[in-house]
Every structure is written in structure tokens, then in C-alpha cells.
């Protein structure tokens, strides 16, 4: 963050001053974790369900907070911010906390003061704040993004999927005088939040990625998503640049809601980025002839599934705008490094059985790439494949469907062997059968212990398996499972139960 004083930060939040100096100034990052705190830092105390930040501000003061941002006087220097107007909170920051007295959330919105403050102050500058959105394919096309700016100039991003009201000004907050691009990832679980989240820290650049079906319970329909994920070229200013999917039907019609300048990229001729002659190799790998207004360039993806083409494209376009060039954007795609966990994390046991942890999350869109990059990895090489699929959330009335056509798509795809865990998930085993997998092709086990026992027992050298569901799922501890070294006696298979 930039260096301000106790009395400038009070002043932005509107907040006061408790037992604290006005002239002192913070110069470190600002957090709400106090294992996180350097001196000269701001500690964010946060109110939840189960702990109050609260509660630790004598702790931030003797790990070197300069302040702590409070709702209410703690035993430490504060910003005391006041309480939030009736209907002036943010529902998601409300949720987002768990608070019951709305505390938490009049901090959320000091600290969201305070980032945009800290934003704007940045962009009058040489800060341009990139912001990104979609169904599916948020983190991973912002981590290429980053790795394609920083050799442009300092670069932040959040780490994994920091993207609600939290992460976005708590990630606005690590930029500082030297930073040169900050990359957002921007999530929705209803209409407004982008819009809200844009404001924080208003981007020069949005990039939208697709409409899918992710939280379709919420939205009510893919229509309704569209409308909310547009959110993010209608808050660009006319100086700005909207980069759209062009493959897309409802995110290509975003480029009538924007006054920003239009970028259209995906595989079809029109789109001013676009990429040719794709090709996959035996690890589901794409090669393809990225072509820009600016020249051409063959890029070889480092990174598992032909659904990266997409997202690399977007990157590219970003970078292409920022000043790089074709040459060197391909340079930078064939040499990606994965920097999300558990996003088509593929890792190879001694015994040559290939574990494709994509458990992270799961929508429709999403498991169809993954069991797609799948059979892609095992159609020519003969290698048995495996899909372990659990439940995705948060689709509504349309639940049983989505599940039964994952189901089915497996079978088309001739993928050798499906375990759906939990009863959640049962219209993809039942999908399954009825498109024609009999026997023990699909199987279907109650919880993830049961599902880790089976595949310990029947896995053989050279299966590649594919493990997705909602976060919610916990489906990570079955590829936890899977590659930690098996007990040799007769008792029951390890579990990490943990959070990651």
C-alpha cells in the first residue's frame, strides 16, 4: 500500500482515532490475519462466526500493526469505523462474515474505502487495474494474465480465488507507487456484485470470459448471469477496453453495454485475437498459431485442456494492449507455470498413475473441459482413465439434469471408469447407465473414504484419473489420498481431512 498516516486512513474510512497517533504512519501491507503482519502494517479486525478479529488486536500490536481497523475500541492503537446505515450494508459482505450485529460488515466497507482511495490515487499515475470475470476459467486466465505483464512492469494479483469483498481490496491494497498493473479477479453470486466490486477498484481493461451455469440456482438463468457478468464492460470508462469472447453469443452481445473500446478474441475469423490450427498432444496440451493485429506467433500451452486456448487468448489480448509483443507473449504462454492449486493440477506417482486434481470447484462448463482434457489424455496413448466426480452446487431446478448430462457425456467420451460420490451427485451414475455404461464402468460410493478405498484398490500402473466437484465436495482429500504412500497392512486407508 502506499505510505498514508493514521489521521489521512480515518479520514477516507470516516472513521476516528483510538489511542492512537495521528501522525504515525503505516507503511506495511494491510491484513486480517496476524500471522500475516510486519511492522508497520494494518491490522483488519474481523468479526465471524466462530472468532473476532477483535479479539487479536493486542496481538496485530505486538506483531508491529501500526492500527487496527475496528468496528468497535479494542485493547490496541484503532480506527474506530462507525456502524453502517439500515440497508447500506453489502449482503455479500454480511454473509461473507457471518456477523450478527453487521460490525463485520461496516469494516468490509472501510476497507473498501480505503482501497479504492489507495486505487485511484495509483491510476492518476502509471497504474492500469485489470479486472477479470466469467463462469469458469477466473483464476487460471488471471494467472497467465500477471505472468504476461511482469515482465511488462511490477505486477500484483491475488493469490487463488481471492475475488469477493475481501479479497478484492485486501489484493487492491498490496499495489503500491511501483506498481505497475494490478490484476482482479471479480466473482458474482447474484446482481450488483461486480458493479460493487468494479467501484473498490475501478479496471481500465475488463475481460469477460464466458457465461455458463455456474450458480444458475442464483441467477435464475444463464440470461441473468450474462446481465450481472456485463457489469464489468459497463463500468469501464470510454479510454478503457473491454476484451470479449467472441465464441460466446451472450458475451459478444456485452459489447453494446460497454462505452469502451472492443476487443473480440476466440477461434472465429472475426476475432482480432484468435487462434489457429489448434492441435492437442498426448497430454491434452494445446499448440496453436496465436494471430493478432500486431503479427503471429506459435504458442505450445504448457497447461493440461484445450479450454486454456480461451483463456490464453484473453491474456494475450490484455498483454497485446500493455505494450507486449506477439513474439514475446507466446514466449511467456509456452513457459506458464500453474500458480492456483488444485486447477488441473496433474502430478504422476512413482507407479506412473496420474492423478488430474481439478477439485478446486466445478460448474457444467468446467467438468465437461475437464473430462474432455481426460480423454484427450488417454484416447491415444491406451492408458485407462478414470473420472471421480461429485457433486456441483448451487444449479437449482436445473441440478438433476446438469448431473445426468455429465453422466452421459462420460460415456460418450469412452471414458474406462466413473465413481460418483454422494447421493448429491446420483443423476451422473444414473445419466450413465442410461446412455449405456453397465456393470462396474459407474459406480456409485456414499462419501469421499469410501471413493479413496476403492480406487487405492483398483488403480493399476499407467490410469490417468480425473478428480472434480464443487469446493464444497471436498473431493481435493481423495487426490490428497491418492498421492500419499499407501499403508502396507491391512489397515484403513488415510484420509487428510484438513483444509488446504
Not at 492512537?20 to 474481523?46: H, I, K, M, N, Y
Not at 488441473?344 to 478446486?360: A, K, P, Q
Amino acid at each position: 500500500m502506499i505510505v498514508l498516516s493514521l489521521a489521512e486512513i480515518a479520514d477516507v474510512v470516516g472513521g476516528r482515532l483510538h489511542r492512537a497517533d495521528p501522525g504515525a504512519q503505516v507503511t506495511g501491507s494491510v491484513e486480517f490475519d496476524t500471522r500475516q503482519l510486519v511492522p508497520g502494517g494494518l491490522f483488519v479486525a474481523l468479526p465471524g462466526e466462530k472468532v473476532d478479529g477483535h479479539d487479536f488486536a493486542a496481538k496485530a500490536a505486538e506483531s508491529g500493526a501500526v492500527a487496527v481497523l475496528a468496528a468497535r475500541e479494542v485493547d490496541a492503537p484503532a480506527i474506530v469505523v462507525p456502524p453502517l446505515a439500515p440497508g447500506e450494508a453489502h449482503e455479500r459482505s454480511v454473509a461473507l462474515t457471518g456477523d450478527k450485529d453487521g460490525s463485520g460488515a461496516a469494516v468490509l466497507a472501510a476497507l473498501a474505502k480505503l482501497a479504492r482511495f489507495v486505487v485511484q490515487r495509483l491510476a492518476e499515475g502509471n497504474l492500469t487495474v485489470v479486472g477479470v470475470t466469467g463462469s469458469s476459467g477466473k483464476t487460471s486466465t488471471k494467472d497467465v494474465i500477471a505472468q504476461l505483464l511482469e515482465p511488462l512492469g511490477p505486477t500484483v494479483a491475488p493469490p487463488g480465488s481471492f475475488n469477493n469483498e475481501l479479497g478484492h481490496p485486501w489484493t487492491a491494497l498490496r499495489a503500491d507507487a511501483q506498481t505497475r498493473h494490478l490484476v482482479l479477479e471479480l466473482s458474482a453470486r447474484g446482481p450488483g456484485h461486480i458493479a460493487h466490486l468494479a467501484e473498490i477498484a475501478p479496471p481500465k481493461i475488463g475481460v469477460v470470459l464466458n457465461v455458463g451455469t455456474a450458480h444458475v440456482g442464483e441467477f435464475g438463468s444463464r440470461e441473468g448471469i450474462a446481465k450481472t457478468k456485463g457489469e464489468l464492460v459497463e463500468a469501464l470508462p470510454e479510454d478503457g477496453v473491454a476484451i470479449l469472447n467472441l465464441d460466446d453469443p451472450l458475451v459478444a452481445a456485452m459489447a453494446s453495454r460497454t462505452k469502451a473500446r472492443v476487443v473480440f478474441v476466440g477461434e472465429s475469423p472475426s476475432a482480432q485475437v484468435r487462434a489457429e490450427n489448434i492441435t492437442l498432444d498426448g497430454e491434452a496440451r494445446a499448440s496453436f498459431r496465436l494471430v493478432t493485429p500486431a503479427g503471429e506467433a506459435d504458442v505450445t500451452l504448457p497447461l493440461h485442456g484445450e479450454h486454456h486456448v480461451g483463456n490464453a487468448l484473453s491474456a494475450a489480448a490484455v498483454a497485446l494492449e500493455l505494450g507486449a509483443t506477439p513474439a514475446a507473449i507466446a514466449a511467456v504462454l509456452s513457459s506458464l507455470e500453474r500458480r492456483s492449486a488444485r486447477r488441473m493440477e496433474v502430478v504422476t506417482r512413482e507407479d506412473g498413475v496420474t492423478i488430474l486434481n481439478d477439485s478446486f470447484n466445478a460448474n457444467p462448463e468446467s467438468m465437461r473441459a475437464g473430462l474432455k482434457a481426460l480423454a484427450a489424455m488417454t484416447r491415444e496413448s491406451g492408458r485407462r482413465s478414470w473420472a471421480v466426480l461429485g457433486v456441483m452446487g448451487e444449479l437449482g431446478a436445473d441440478a438433476v439434469t446438469a448431473h445426468d448430462e455429465i453422466g452421459r457425456l462420460v460415456v460418450r467420451l469412452n471414458i474406462a471408469k466413473l465413481v460418483v460420490i454422494g447421493p448429491e451427485a446420483a443423476a451422473m451414475h444414473q445419466g450413465a447407465h442410461q446412455e449405456g455404461s453397465w456393470g462396474e464402468e459407474s459406480v456409485l460410493v456414499p462419501d469421499v473414504e469410501a471413493a479413496a478405498a476403492l480406487l487405492h484398490d483398483q488403480l493399476r500402473p499407467g490410469d490417468v484419473v480425473l478428480v472434480k466437484a464443487s469446493k464444497a465436495a471436498g473431493l481435493w482429500r481423495v487426490a490428497e489420498a491418492l498421492l500419499e504412500p499407501r499403508e502396507t497392512d491391512n489397515s484403513e486407508t488415510r484420509s487428510n481431512g484438513g483444509d488446504a
